[in-house]
């Protein structure tokens, strides 16, 4: 836990306040493959969640530093286009991606790329963890300013006519935009949230939201439910699951206990967990990313599967797993984006998603397993 907070505190910056992915570039998802991106940029979803991992360890002074970089984002975007899904780390949005010919590569994995082009995409999600955080944060932190609310409602109005459009997604796909259910889930997020802080600040509110909001719950029950595999699926007509929905209840969206989210999981685990370590999603059978090469399992994933079987009341299993994904970590305790066949660390490198995985998980796990109800389980407190 101190040393995952220590990554994030060290990949925040003390000028801006934003938060970077990784430090590095390039470092390949595969061994001589084409994933070898540039992560040395402030992602919106991914600093929102670190925001989570500042606020639940008491680091508001570093949630408020990054709330501050997101206000003045607000106000240059404001009126000109909808929200960036990344950032430099002092708030630019051209983010061109180039290839270095002159350098080899890892391994001799090439193409060497600065920039990255996914900046210019389309991730409808960024609006829910944003929001969320902002959320914990006037919840926990300090109350947001009315400025701010002001600017945040512009983009929450512009979502909710626009939820339903096809996106990216969390996983950047270079092979087309799909309606991916967690773009949808977070939008249903983004929009939760917005009504709650309005409602806790009495702000005023745009009722349209509330309608918005359920239509998406709605939405999700009906259009991403398959009956013959008992699973939320990727996208309308899937043939797949995705790791990503492991957030479901880690959103509060659906209750960790439901028959519908436990049947997801135990799919999850049928099509995706390797040992207990978890893919993000098939490449093979999934929305193609428009890249042939194989990947490795992702860790932030694999800390989310860890907290839902917590959550799910399999503290045993969550608990073995946990202990048994620390002991993928290098000497110093870091992580990387993924781990290979061998457990080789793929990707680059730190990386925060999976140091916030990490504490979340441990978080909840070591609460669950202090909860007096669960005191008859006294082989779990050893």
Not at 173 to 202: H, M, P
Request: glycine share 6%; net charge positive.
């Amino acid at each position: 836990m101190n040393r995952s907070a220590l990554v994030l505190k060290l990949l925040t910056s003390y000028k801006y306040g934003s938060i970077i992915a990784a430090p590095t570039f390039s470092l390949p998802e595969s061994i001589r493959g084409k994933r070898n991106w540039d992560y040395r940029y402030t992602w919106i979803r991914d600093a929102s969640f670190t925001v989570y991992a500042f606020i639940r360890l008491g680091y508001t002074k570093e949630a408020g530093a990054f709330m501050n970089w997101i206000e003045k984002l607000c106000q240059n975007v404001k009126g000109k286009n909808r929200l960036g899904i990344m950032y430099s780390i002092d708030g630019k949005r051209q983010l061109k991606e180039t290839i270095l010919e002159n350098l080899e590569g890892y391994q001799q994995s090439a193409p060497i790329r600065i920039g990255n082009n996914a900046y210019s995409q389309l991730q409808l999600d960024i609006y829910g963890e944003l929001m969320d955080s902002v959320y914990l944060y006037n919840k926990y932190g300090d109350p947001i300013s009315y400025d701010f609310w002001r600017n945040l409602e512009e983009h929450i109005n512009w979502l909710s006519q626009n939820w339903n459009q096809p996106d990216e997604g969390i996983w950047e796909v270079r092979g087309g935009q799909k309606s991916f259910l967690y773009s949808r889930l977070l939008c249903w997020v983004a929009l939760d949230r917005a009504i709650k802080i309005a409602e806790t600040r009495s702000f005023p509110l745009n009722e349209n939201w509330r309608k918005e909001r359920d239509t998406i719950f709605n939405s999700i029950f009906t259009d991403f439910w398959n009956p013959e595999k008992a699973a939320f699926m990727q996208y309308p007509g899937s043939a797949t699951v995705d790791a990503s929905s492991l957030l479901m209840p880690l959103i509060r969206f659906i209750s960790p206990k439901d028959p519908k989210w436990l049947s997801t999981l135990k799919r999850i685990e049928q099509e995706l967990v390797s040992d207990s370590l978890v893919y993000r999603y098939n490449p093979e059978s999934a929305a193609p990313d428009g890249l042939i090469s194989r990947e490795g399992t992702f860790s932030m994933c694999t800390f989310w599967y860890v907290e839902c079987l917590s959550r799910a009341g399999e503290l045993e299993k969550a608990r073995f797993y946990f202990e048994k994904m620390l002991g993928y970590a290098n000497h110093l305790g870091l992580y990387s984006e993924q781990l290979g066949f061998q457990g080789e660390h793929l990707g680059n490198f730190p990386q925060a998603f999976t140091h916030m995985g990490l504490i979340s998980a441990a978080y909840n796990l070591d609460r669950q397993l202090n909860n007096s109800r669960n005191k008859d389980n006294r082989r779990y407190s050893g």
